[in-house]
């Protein structure tokens, strides 16, 4: 059966409401997106860094091993809140019907 006129429009009008509810969620949300991101490239600088000096000396210690580890772990968790709150947008624009 065809969508008549009127459903597409209301479902046009539900999608473009949702769009601007991302875009205000991610406005607001802005500033903890950069820190998150901020943080991200620090770690990854101080990851170069380890791996760096550990290949100019030769060998690796612990507190190469402590770095690697250290800011692996923190990119690792920094992307993944980036990615969840990626997710919750991409589950509010799909959102099929309210059951």
Avoid at 16 to 31: H, M, P
């Amino acid at each position: 059966m065809p969508l008549q006129f009127n459903e597409v429009l209301m479902a046009k009008n539900e999608f473009n409401e949702r769009v601007k509810a991302v875009k205000d969620i991610t406005s607001l949300f802005r500033l903890e997106r950069f820190v998150y991101l901020s943080i991200i490239v620090s770690c990854l600088l101080i990851l170069l860094i380890s791996i760096t000096v550990a290949l100019i000396k030769g060998q690796i210690g612990a507190p190469e091993i402590t770095t690697m580890f250290g800011s692996g772990g923190v990119i690792t968790v920094m992307t993944g809140r980036l990615l969840h709150m990626w997710d919750k947008a991409i589950k509010l624009l799909d959102k099929k019907d309210d059951r």
